[in-house]
């Protein structure tokens, strides 16, 4: 096959790939590094060295993509230039360190340590579900300003748009689910930015609203929607499944859950380091080639879309000796899990601030935690991957 054509990659299967991408991965970083993924018609890329090169170079490729504006509508992950820089003004003020560190230590740890004690009798738990995604959507959600939608509301809106995101093969049952859940999402947030407008308040939305406008005004609900829409995916679910990640790592090696129970300030952060590259949150992050893009010996053609393998870029063995391990020996190298460039996920800070502070209250508030023999933990998805059941144990 011509370089301009370049190769096709159609052996695999949406089932293995949900199942389990790595092995795929690693056949395409060997033999195919650049190819041509029908089942999402996409350019995949999956060798870090390109994976950055093109994640940063605003030259050569951006983030217009029809499909994502489609689901979501326009917003801060497709937006480019001015209009890219004009959102992030008003996503990015609360999600600064210093406003993050005081919201952890004045509402995040009280809401971690409420939910497990609140678990603590029982004993037994999906970690995932009934646990860590809950902290991640009460957290998230405050600090959004969802403070009257419950928990169970907000985790039930993420899985939906999760699921219509990554529904390749056309399941109608999710196309439909993933739109209601969408039109429920709306009234909420078009009743919430009205209010607002006319009343500010210290919500991330009401940021989103008002900061960084200049002389143009408030922004409006179509100026937002699609940038809340991915907000409610995104950063509801990258904390509780980062943290998941995390846990299962250490649960699986005793070792190193000794020392991250001895040592949690030194341990935890490259826990949490570690979980996010050893199973990111989110397998790739979506370009679109501005003009023809020489990769290699393969030619992405103009207008193409591109799926950057964060997913594959963590494990690359150029990079990492074996990544598929959970290892907090590692050398300590950035990991693509929050993506590259202009569009690094602005909630990268928040997330990793909480995954320690959950990860913190859970090994201390559960003793003896420890992984549920009679089940094992569910790691599913390939765009956007988890731990999604965590079953444990505990003494209580």
């Not at 350019?43 to 217009?64: H, M, N, P, S, Y």
């Not at 150029?318 to 993506?339: I, N, S, W």
Request: proline share 6%.
């Amino acid at each position: 096959m011509s370089a301009r054509l370049g190769p096709v990659v159609d052996d695999v299967t949406l089932e293995e790939l949900d199942s389990d991408p790595y092995p795929f991965y690693a056949r395409m970083r060997r033999e195919s590094p650049v190819a041509y993924l029908p089942l999402s018609e996409q350019w995949l890329v999956t060798r870090w060295d390109d994976c950055q090169a093109i994640g940063i170079d605003a030259t050569v490729a951006d983030t217009a993509d029809a499909v994502m504006d489609d689901y979501f509508g326009p917003s801060i992950i497709t937006a480019a230039g001015d209009v890219h820089r004009w959102l992030r003004g008003g996503v990015d003020p609360p999600l600064r360190p210093r406003a993050i560190q005081g919201y952890m230590n004045s509402r995040a740890r009280h809401v971690a340590r409420e939910y497990v004690t609140r678990i603590r009798p029982r004993g037994r738990a999906d970690a995932t579900g009934e646990l860590l995604e809950l902290i991640s959507v009460r957290v998230i959600g405050d600090v959004l300003g969802l403070r009257d939608a419950a928990d169970e509301t907000l985790q039930r809106w993420f899985h939906a748009l999760s699921a219509g995101l990554t529904n390749f093969d056309a399941d109608s049952g999710l196309a439909l689910a993933a739109r209601a859940t969408m039109r429920e999402l709306d009234q909420y947030v078009a009743g919430a930015i009205d209010r607002l407008t006319a009343a500010p308040d210290d919500s991330g939305l009401s940021s989103m609203v008002h900061a960084g406008t200049g002389d143009g005004g408030p922004r409006t609900f179509d100026d937002l929607i699609g940038t809340v829409r991915v907000i409610v995916l995104g950063g509801f679910q990258e904390p509780g499944h980062g943290a998941g990640a995390s846990l299962l790592g250490l649960l699986s090696n005793p070792g190193q859950l000794a020392a991250a129970i001895a040592d949690p300030d030194a341990t935890l952060p490259l826990a949490v380091h570690e979980g996010l590259r050893w199973i990111a949150p989110f397998g790739v992050t979506g370009r679109r080639a501005i003009r023809d893009l020489k990769v290699g010996d393969v030619v992405i053609p103009e207008g193409a879309r591109i799926a950057l393998g964060c997913g594959s870029a963590n494990h690359d063995e150029t990079r990492y000796t074996r990544g598929e391990l959970f290892d907090l020996g590692r050398p300590k190298v950035a990991h693509a899990a929050f993506g590259w460039g202009l569009h690094y996920c602005s909630g990268h800070f928040i997330s990793r601030a909480l995954e320690q502070v959950v990860l913190e209250e859970v090994l201390s508030g559960l003793p003896a935690l420890r992984l549920d023999p009679d089940e094992p933990a569910t790691v599913h998805g390939w765009q956007v991957r988890g731990v999604k059941r965590l079953p444990v144990i505990w003494n209580p």
